[in-house]
Structures are given as C-alpha cells and as structure tokens.
C-alpha cells in the first residue's frame, strides 16, 4: 500500500542525516522533501476529486470505505 504523503514526509525526514559541518544541505534536503510531501498531497487531492466525478458511474464504495482502502494499513 502507498503511504500518505505525511507517512512518506516522516520517513524521509527521518532518513536524513544531519551534519553539523553541512548544515545548508541539511536544510536544503528538507524543503526538497517537504516540497514533495506537498506535491503527493495535491496528487492525492485530484485523484479523490477524479473518484468522486467517476462514483456514480460504477460501482463504489463510499468515502470511508474509500479512505480505508486507500489510506489505512492492512493489520
């Protein structure tokens, strides 16, 4: 399953290795990842906006359903 845009920015902040010498990359890698979080979530947007026009054309579950199966961790 893809993660949420929040799930994927935590893990990639948590991934970045901080070096006191290098702080500006530090930071710059940052608002790249944060740049990204952004633009996943904007995607995610579009794509339930999409969902919604196609609903009433197929068969689909409703918006919980729908956020269960896109959204949540298969336990």
Do not use: S
């Amino acid at each position: 399953m893809t993660p949420t845009p929040i799930d994927w920015l935590v893990q990639q902040l948590d991934n970045i290795q901080y070096n006191p010498l290098d702080k500006g990359g530090y930071d710059i890698a940052k608002k790249i990842i944060i740049y990204q979080a952004n633009a996943m979530y904007e995607e995610r947007i579009k794509d339930a906006y999409g969902d919604g026009l196609n609903a009433h054309r197929t068969d689909f579950c409703n918006r919980d359903e729908y956020y269960q199966k896109t959204y949540k961790k298969q336990q």
